[in-house]
């Protein structure tokens, strides 16, 4: 079938539109995007940055960011309503078995908040990787059915009594191991039909180039991981964009600084640096 011939039955399919139009919306004319998840409130405890969290959205929304990724109830003290919202429909908590996402929410939840995409996690390797691809498999038919782009978080995390529970051992000691590991994370999160991918940065640009490959051209964006100093942050966010990374869904290394707006800036010229010199 020719190109032209599946972008006018594309066009024609009223869900594929609102797909379309929901995506533009998060990404910039170069195919990149900054978001600020800011989900950590259910997660794992409302403290540090999210203690004032009114002063955090306020504060992160002046930063605008090409999206914010959240619950419900963070949803609805988001006053600048031009930043797009994705809405997260599956959560864990850290006071339990923080690594089994279990559905929350709906399409159909987010389609009344006019969100501009859903997000569902998947930790591949856990004991409960089963139900996840279950719940995940239901979502993406839900998706292609209302025209909503699903962003798959995908992570390689496994229960482990040691606490190394995101892999930081065998990133460490064997990165290629590790970069194969976060690859399958990445396709399996095209095979169920994700729009927009996230995962962990692998270590360098070399390997996650590796990773990018394996989502066959679906936009891949990196976590910001654990806590780090913001050199660190800055080094891996040029190392995922170099890599072919469409950007970033950065948290805790953003809303648990004061500077929250100043760490978006300076990400946001990093990502859009192209933008910039053309």
Partial sequence: MSSQKMSMLEFANPAMLGKMRRINKIFTNSNKCVIVPLDDSLI???????????????????????????????????????????LNITASSVN???????????????????????????????????????????ISTECQRNGMPLLIITYPRKESASGDDNYEELKKNDASKYTKLVSHCVRIAFELGADIIKTQYTGSAESFREVIAAAVNKPVLIAGGKFIDEQSLYEMVRGAISAGGAGVSIGRNIFNRENSKSIISEIKRIVFVQEEDS
């Fill in 96 to 138: 339990s078995a923080h690594t089994n996402k279990v559905l929350v929410s709906s399409v159909e939840e987010a389609l009344k908040y006019d969100a501009s995409a859903v997000a569902v996690h998947i930790n591949i390797s856990s004991k409960y990787e089963s139900e996840m691809l279950r719940n995940i498999g239901k």
């Fill in 44 to 86: 794992s405890y409302s403290h540090n940055g999210l203690a004032s969290l009114k002063e955090k959205i306020s504060d992160i929304q002046r930063a605008t960011p090409n999206g914010i990724l959240c619950y419900q109830g963070t949803a609805s003290l988001i006053t600048d309503l031009s930043i797009p919202l994705i």
